[in-house]
T-cell receptor, first 114, second 114 residues
């Protein structure tokens, strides 16, 4: 039972263009969403987050959009740079109960082509 | 600030042996998590501590896995006896609080069970 789904295992984008990574979730109780970036042999690094009371959050080249009715969020990277090549994980949390650890998707491997 | 420290980085053991992993969270972070990441999957929560108390261990295989966080700072995760399917990267993470703070991850311990 996968509560957070990233249906694209990999994505290839040309340098300078926009990268769009998608994530769907099934648990309507989730109220906090995060994106992490992971390089090989390193732990995931926090990128950006969004609370369920918002529909957009922006930080430099990174923007996260949340569509609660569709249970969908996306990460936009503009412009894409070679250093953005990594695995991106979508994660979600429900803060109203005792178990509030993050639930992760399987990840999307983003490859930025020169 | 110093990040989350984990040791060892790599460990190879035979099945039925025991192994222990150590984690030192970011100073001042009250919440500590242990995640298991199997190749090709997203991280899966094993156990969550708030200070030295367990918040959630519902996904911890308690017949073979144990964890403790004495004095609410460092934590150890132990597997005894190990099985082949325990081969994975074990990630420790910490956060300032439980709800609206991102998790900060260490670089993990890669365990291979032969």
């Amino acid at each position: 039972d996968q509560q957070v789904k990233q249906n694209s295992p990999s994505l290839s984008v040309q340098e300078g263009r926009i990268s769009i990574l998608n994530c769907d979730y099934t648990n309507s109780m989730f109220d906090y969403f995060l994106w992490y970036k992971k390089y090989p042999a390193e732990g995931p690094t926090f990128l950006i987050s969004i609370s369920s009371i918002k529909d957009k959050n922006e930080d430099g080249r990174f923007t996260v959009f949340l569509n609660k009715s569709a249970k969908h969020l996306s990460l936009h990277i503009v412009p894409s740079q070679p250093g953005d090549s990594a695995v991106y994980f979508c994660a979600a949390r429900y803060s109203g109960g005792g178990a509030d650890g993050l639930t992760f998707g399987k990840g999307t491997h983003l490859i930025i082509q020169p | 600030e110093a990040g989350v420290a984990q040791s060892p980085r790599y460990k190879i053991i035979e099945k039925r042996q025991s192994v222990a992993f150590w984690c030192n969270p970011i100073s001042g972070h009250a919440t500590l998590y242990w995640y298991q990441q199997i190749l090709g999957q997203g991280p899966k929560l094993l156990i969550q501590f708030q200070n030295n108390g367990v918040v959630d261990d519902s996904q911890l295989p308690k017949d073979r896995f144990s964890a403790e966080r004495l004095k609410g700072v460092d934590s150890t995760l132990k597997i005894q006896p190990a099985k082949l399917e325990d081969s994975a990267v074990y990630l420790c993470a910490s956060s300032l609080d439980r709800y609206n703070s991102p998790l900060h991850f260490g670089n993990g311990t890669r365990l291979t069970v032969t």
